[in-house]
């Protein structure tokens, strides 16, 4: 067997992963400058990489780091990523529209990767392995992690998925409630946002403790209109979750203003809400 190498990305030195870090700098025009600065010919290299925020030159230096190994002769190349971006287009709506998730995958497989590790990719919507436009991808849940996190010191709550695609993140819960949701119409001028047209829920919240858990929060839409929902039906108390907190558009103060108990996420992103993490997940993986 190989020798391994972990290497580690400077946006990933708060995991607490005992790693060689990579250098990444810019050069002046904003360009990514990537260098692996340890032998790895030969080795089963392992590189954590977070590809948000800022996912664009995060890909861009991931591609360059793989490759950069691939031409180092490296044994073998996975890569962790803990939030995949691009991941969220995976169908299309309107003719003609990129699937990025899919072409985001095989740039990693034609850059030398030989594995692609993740946690909750969205498009994936369970555990397991996975050949995702040609790259083996392991997908892992945080899930219960986040669940287990939500419902510290609640007697007998009701978890929540707010839609079908996040059910399987509550699965193992033997009290549990799925909405259903309908996003609607693209926005208007250069906004690829889908708000959420619709959510229902069939089950009764009244009186209880409940804590709705979503593989992520984005622009905060399903998960600001799935606490309503809970608090128009009567609950007790709400508490939201996610394994990605992206929070954008105010999306953590909607949720608090709105009457969220709690909020919490992973650091798979960093923020001031990532309550849950990572590093333990990423090393029984290596
Ligand atoms: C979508 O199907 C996902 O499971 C999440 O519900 C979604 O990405 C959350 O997005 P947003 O926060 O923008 O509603």
């Given at each position: 067997m190989a020798e391994k190498l972990l290497l580690k990305s400077p946006n990933c030195a708060d995991l607490g992963l005992k790693a060689e870090p990579i250098e990444l700098?810019?050069?002046p025009d904003g360009e990514s400058y990537v260098r692996i600065p340890v032998e790895a010919k030969g080795k089963d290299?392992?590189?954590?990489?977070?590809?948000?925020?800022?996912?664009d030159p995060s890909l861009i230096q991931l591609f360059l780091a793989i490759r950069q190994l691939a031409e180092m002769k490296a044994a073998s190349i996975t890569a962790v990523v803990p939030y995949l971006p691009y991941a969220r287009q995976d169908k299309r709506f309107l003719q003609g529209e990129a699937m990025s998730s899919e072409t985001v995958c095989k740039m990693m497989k034609e850059a030398g990767c030989s594995r692609l590790l993740t946690f909750d990719c969205h498009f994936l919507k369970k555990e397991g392995d996975f050949s995702c436009g040609g790259m083996p991808t392991t997908n892992v849940s945080l899930g219960p992690k986040v669940v287990e996190f939500l419902k510290q010191g609640l007697e007998n709550p009701l978890v929540i998925s707010p839609d079908e695609g996040a059910a399987y993140l509550t699965e193992k819960e033997k009290e549990k409630g799925v909405m259903k949701k309908v996003r609607g119409d693209y926005g208007k001028g250069k906004s690829a946002y889908r708000e959420v047209a619709k959510l229902e829920a069939k089950f009764d919240v009244k009186g209880r403790d409940v804590v709705i858990v979503d593989d992520i929060i984005a622009g905060g839409s399903?998960?600001?209109?799935?606490?309503?929902?809970c608090l128009e039906g009567g609950a007790k108390t709400v508490r939201c979750g996610a394994v990605?907190?992206?929070?954008?558009?105010?999306?953590?103060?909607?949720?608090?203003?709105?009457?969220?108990?709690?909020?919490?996420?992973t650091n798979s992103i960093k923020s001031s809400l990532s309550k849950i993490d990572i590093s333990d997940s990423i090393k029984m993986l290596l």
């Amino acid at each position: 067997m190989a020798e391994k190498l972990l290497l580690k990305s400077p946006n990933c030195a708060d995991l607490g992963l005992k790693a060689e870090p990579i250098e990444l700098k810019h050069f002046p025009d904003g360009e990514s400058y990537v260098r692996i600065p340890v032998e790895a010919k030969g080795k089963d290299v392992v590189l954590v990489h977070r590809c948000y925020p800022e996912p664009d030159p995060s890909l861009i230096q991931l591609f360059l780091a793989i490759r950069q190994l691939a031409e180092m002769k490296a044994a073998s190349i996975t890569a962790v990523v803990p939030y995949l971006p691009y991941a969220r287009q995976d169908k299309r709506f309107l003719q003609g529209e990129a699937m990025s998730s899919e072409t985001v995958c095989k740039m990693m497989k034609e850059a030398g990767c030989s594995r692609l590790l993740t946690f909750d990719c969205h498009f994936l919507k369970k555990e397991g392995d996975f050949s995702c436009g040609g790259m083996p991808t392991t997908n892992v849940s945080l899930g219960p992690k986040v669940v287990e996190f939500l419902k510290q010191g609640l007697e007998n709550p009701l978890v929540i998925s707010p839609d079908e695609g996040a059910a399987y993140l509550t699965e193992k819960e033997k009290e549990k409630g799925v909405m259903k949701k309908v996003r609607g119409d693209y926005g208007k001028g250069k906004s690829a946002y889908r708000e959420v047209a619709k959510l229902e829920a069939k089950f009764d919240v009244k009186g209880r403790d409940v804590v709705i858990v979503d593989d992520i929060i984005a622009g905060g839409s399903t998960m600001v209109k799935a606490l309503k929902l809970c608090l128009e039906g009567g609950a007790k108390t709400v508490r939201c979750g996610a394994v990605h907190g992206l929070f954008l558009n105010d999306a953590a103060a909607r949720l608090s203003s709105g009457g969220a108990s709690q909020v919490a996420c992973t650091n798979s992103i960093k923020s001031s809400l990532s309550k849950i993490d990572i590093s333990d997940s990423i090393k029984m993986l290596l």
